[in-house]
């Protein structure tokens, strides 16, 4: 007898790629063909597509909401990677104060340009899973291991936005999210 497979998570993505697609048309609306402008970042609308639907549907996996793509948080995103390219060629986070100071939730990723993509950057911070046993986070060293997949799901996190940068034949990719998540003494989901 054949099993067939059920997939629970398919209507949220539908309905995250449907969102998506709502916000890109409403900017053709009003200005013509939509362009990485009206998503806040150099990333294509499949790569904006795909980074959105790995998120939520590692979100679904665990009863959390749906996040909607912000060009806001895209473009503010782009600033960060395109600084990370041009002085660094490395993974930094955003500092607490100054010109550049963190204001959102961050996930940060770097890989051979060419071999890996976008995609492959959310799927390594969603392979995190693995290392989370489900409760509270209480230690900022068990975070290191786990916060970008925590980051992830965080359930009051509504917003994510991403870019990428190019340095030296490395992909820089920058996700920020909003409200930020990762609190210690606090449950993800």
Not at 39 to 55: C, D, F, M, V, Y
Not at 65 to 77: G, H, I, K, Q, T
Not at 162 to 180: E, H, K
């Amino acid at each position: 007898m054949r099993r067939s497979r059920r997939y629970d998570h398919q209507p949220v993505l539908g309905a995250a790629i449907f969102l998506l697609l709502v916000t890109v048309l409403a900017a053709y609306a009003e200005s013509g063909p939509p362009c990485n402008d009206s998503l806040g970042s150099r990333l294509s609308l499949p790569e904006t597509l795909q980074i959105l639907a790995l998120h939520n549907q590692t979100r679904a996996e665990v009863g959390v909401e749906p996040l909607a793509w912000s060009a806001e948080l895209a473009d503010y995103a782009q600033l960060w990677a395109d600084h990370l390219a041009s002085t660094r060629c490395g993974m930094e986070h955003r500092p607490g104060s100054g010109k550049w100071q963190q204001l959102y939730g961050e996930n940060l990723y770097i890989g051979t340009a060419n071999f890996y993509d976008t995609s492959n950057a959310v799927m390594a911070w969603a392979k995190e899973k693995n290392n989370y046993r489900a409760g509270e986070v209480l230690q900022a060293a068990r975070a290191a291991a786990i916060g970008h997949y925590t980051q992830m799901v965080w359930h009051n996190t509504r917003k994510i936005g991403c870019a990428a940068g190019l340095c030296r034949g490395r992909l820089i990719v920058v996700c920020n999210y909003d409200p930020p998540g990762n609190f210690l003494r606090q449950k993800p989901y």
